[in-house]
């Protein structure tokens, strides 16, 4: 089992955990490993980090935590100052058993007291479930002072049902275990080590990612042991837009449960069992009332998913039972008005049910991928139901609150799990067409000899477009509508004069997209010089900017290894018809026109003279919101086009 001296020395120093206090054995550990010249260009080192999970038949683990940080920079002592460990009391309990700092000198100081430990509610914002922080603070540090943390967790992330003793804190899927053990941090680690005992009655199921791990694996004494190890792990290296340091750094994910069907089952029985979707004569009334005159089937549907979207308020309180993987109960969500995801979501289910759809809860990762391991990778609930032609259809009012859409495609390309009563598999959301979200800018223009302007901007977009241009209304209050409009032209032109904007109704969303217009004025818009105007074009700055998904990206990095993270498939459309003065000529017209049609993005743009006006378009595609790495060559090109495309027309008079 053990294999090398790397391995040897971990566990060794693992073990000193007992003797530090007689032999400083950390502090020979530091010196012997040379890590302040190792590690002299970071602020701090992780010297080691080792966890000890022992799982019972329950599936309740308990993990032994051991970890040294060493402060390399004395300027970055606040760095450490606290050291913070998260629990939520519903589910986890965390107990430090040692702490000190080992001074640069060999000496050593206790910080295991109440002066230096304190347990804190942890900051919140929308979501109040009670979370806690362990903090110990080690108080002013210098190069070469290193703090040592000995913890045991009980427990699991996610809570389910509040009960008493140790029942709170066994898995919601008794007898199941996962963990998903990150092997990176914003610092380097020296050395890290994880190891999981299991009962040898459980399947010991797991994964390596993005490096080549240490593993050992065998059977003794009635327990299934894996093992895992790394060493010198540096901070994972950002690109720009990437995806999470989750999907790209090492890491092990463990679990117990062999098919995703198997949790399918157990998450459609869970929120079953405890009656979540079980509808009331008060739901019932509400119910017809929101279908008083529904047209069809997706109609009503549509009704269903916008009340439960704008009507339950995203606010989350702790409500005793039901927290976690089981969804609070109709009644409760629909009296409160409030929730998370999984309550908006829930709520949903239960007015679907109640209107005799067949609709089931689903689990996703928001903003992550799912490893394809059946174990708890999720983060989000939203909602499903079956259409007349066996199809389902994937709906999440947290979501799209005043959006166009019945399901966000800012969430395409995630994996979901529906619970279901045979199991599903795990799935992916489909890829939205760029058409489904559209931005259309248009500005009819006149400029005269001295370089003034004036014009009519109209606005028009859909999907997720839609939603980012009508958020400008629909997140405010509306006595800052007129001016938020007004703004959008103002905060790039702070001298133009606007004689009018209009807007369509920002809360009758789901009647027609949206569709805006600015009437505007603007003196001495082009510079002017004798015989020789220099403009840019109204929307050369980024107007409305906010809504195009991919505006202002940068493309000086040429070369990438990550995948991209964009926000939604969009098209942007961009035309402007401006009437010039009369007998002139623009040099180099041609070099405004371009184009890049790629599997990926897609950009043309062109620029000619027709009837006495300048007439610019622009038209990209975006055809999804992840795109491989390979995908930014595309990228680099459309920013090149786009960019030429921005610049000053030069006119001679």
Not at 64 to 77: G, P, V
Not at 411 to 416: L, R, W
Not at 488 to 511: C, G, H, M, W
Request: proline share 4%; with cysteine.
């Amino acid at each position: 089992m053990i294999r090398n001296s790397f391995i040897c020395l971990l566990l060794c120093v693992i073990s000193l955990s007992q003797t530090y206090a007689k032999d400083n054995n950390f502090k020979k550990f530091i010196d012997e490993q040379n890590l302040i010249e190792k590690y002299k260009d970071y602020n701090q080192v992780i010297a080691f980090d080792s966890a000890i999970a022992n799982v019972q038949e329950t599936g309740l683990s308990y993990v032994t935590r051991k970890t040294l940080y060493l402060l390399i920079k004395s300027e970055a002592a606040s760095e450490l100052s606290p050291i913070v460990l998260d629990y939520d009391p519903l589910s986890a309990d965390i107990s430090i058993k040692e702490s000190y700092i080992i001074r640069k000198d060999g000496s050593r100081e206790e910080l295991f007291s109440g002066e230096r430990v304190y347990d804190y509610p942890a900051p919140a914002r929308m979501i109040y479930w009670g979370a806690r922080q362990k903090m110990v603070e080690p108080g002013l540090l210098e190069s070469g002072d290193a703090v040592y943390i000995e913890y045991v967790r009980k427990g699991f992330t996610y809570a389910l049902l509040q009960a008493d003793d140790d029942e709170r804190y066994i898995p919601p899927m008794r007898g199941h275990y996962y963990d998903i053990v990150e092997f990176f941090d914003t610092k380097p680690i020296h050395q890290k080590y994880f190891r999981v005992n299991l009962p040898s009655s459980k399947d010991l199921i797991y994964k390596t990612y993005n490096a080549d791990f240490k593993v050992n694996i065998n059977e003794t004494d009635g327990q299934k042991i894996g093992e895992f190890e790394l060493a010198e792990i540096l901070p994972p290296k950002r690109e720009f837009r990437s995806v999470s340091n989750v999907e790209i750094a090492p890491k092990v994910i463990v679990t117990t449960t062999k098919l995703w069907e198997d949790k399918s089952k157990w998450f459609y029985g869970v929120n079953e069992d405890y009656g979540s979707f079980e509808s009331t004569p008060e739901i019932d009334l509400k119910v017809k009332e929101i279908l008083e005159g529904a047209k069809d089937e997706l109609d009503s549907i549509g009704r269903l998913n916008r009340w439960a979207a704008d009507e339950i308020r995203y606010s989350g309180i702790s409500m005793g039972e039901g927290e976690g993987y089981t969804l609070h109960s109709g009644d409760m969500n629909f009296t409160d008005r409030c929730g998370v995801c999984k309550d908006k979501a829930g709520m949903l289910i239960t007015l679907l049910r109640a209107a005799g759809f067949e609709s089931y809860a689903a689990m996703t990762m928001a903003g992550s991928k799912i490893e394809n391991i059946p174990a708890d990778q999720f983060n989000h609930s939203v909602t499903v139901v079956k259409l007349r032609d066996g199809s389902f259809k994937l709906l999440d009012p947290t979501w799209v609150p005043f959006v166009r859409e019945m399901w966000s495609s800012r969430e395409q390309q995630q994996n979901y799990l529906i619970g279901t009563p045979e199991g599903c598999d795990l799935m992916i959301t489909p890829i939205s067409a760029p058409e489904n979200h559209y931005l259309k800018i248009n500005n009819r223009a006149t400029i005269d000899n001295n370089g003034n302007i004036e014009g009519t901007i109209t606005v028009t977009a859909e999907g997720q477009s839609d939603a980012m241009v009508r958020g400008i209304f629909t997140r405010s209050r509306k006595n800052q509508w007129d001016s938020n409009l007004r703004n959008q032209v103002l905060r790039l032109y702070p001298n133009a004069v606007i004689s009018e904007a209009t807007y369509s109704d920002p809360y009758k969303y789901f009647e027609a997209p949206v569709l805006l217009t600015i009437k505007y004025s603007i003196p001495d818009f082009a510079k002017v010089n004798g015989k020789t105007m220099v403009l840019k074009t109204m929307t050369s700055n980024g107007l409305f900017g906010y809504a195009q998904f991919y505006d202002g990206w940068n493309n000086s990095q040429k070369e990438r290894k990550y995948e991209i993270v964009g926000h939604c498939s969009q098209l942007v459309e961009i035309t402007e018809n401006i009437s010039l003065p009369s007998k002139f000529k623009i040099q180099g017209i041609e070099d405004f026109n371009g184009a890049k049609q790629g599997k990926y993005v897609s950009i043309q743009t062109e620029a000619k003279i027709e009837n006495g006006e300048l007439k610019t378009k622009s038209t990209e595609r975006y055809e999804q919101r992840l795109y491989p790495a390979e995908a930014w060559k595309e990228f680099v090109e459309l920013i090149d086009i786009k960019n030429r495309f921005r610049q000053d027309f030069i006119i001679k008079l």
